[in-house]
């Protein structure tokens, strides 16, 4: 049974930093390229970031690129969104998401989801 669990998420004033972290179990990890979407209340959930199975290639969405990164290791079966500069705008619940083929940019490329952890920005 796979699992995707994230945590790290909270209350934050705009201008702060935090980092999320999503642990996998039931799959090989090492294997999927990872992603982190976000979803805000009355929008439809959106591209963030995507990591591929080695960590050599990332992308990012426009609005978070320069702010966001995100990283994987493979020995802990964990990939992180580590945010700076926060904006109240980056308010949402974040999800992780697991693809089997490559960075997917669209939530309909990927495999097995998370269950998301809020983020508040506050201005």
């Known amino acids: 049974q796979v699992q995707l669990v994230e945590s790290g998420g909270g209350l934050v004033q705009a201008g702060d930093s935090l980092t999320l972290s999503c642990a996998a179990s039931g799959l090989t990890f090492s294997r999927y390229a990872m992603g982190w979407f976000r979803q805000a209340p009355g929008k439809e959930r959106e591209f963030v970031a995507a990591?591929?199975?080695?960590?050599?290639?990332?992308s990012y969405s426009d609005s978070v690129k320069g702010r966001f990164t995100i990283s994987r290791d493979n020995a802990k079966n964990t990939v992180y969104l580590q945010m700076n500069s926060l904006k109240s705008e980056d308010t949402a619940v974040y999800y992780c998401a697991a693809d089997r083929w490559g960075l997917g940019r669209r939530s309909s490329q990927y495999d097995y989801w998370g269950q998301g952890t809020q983020v508040t920005v506050s201005s």
């Open positions: 990591i591929s199975w080695s960590g050599d290639s990332t």
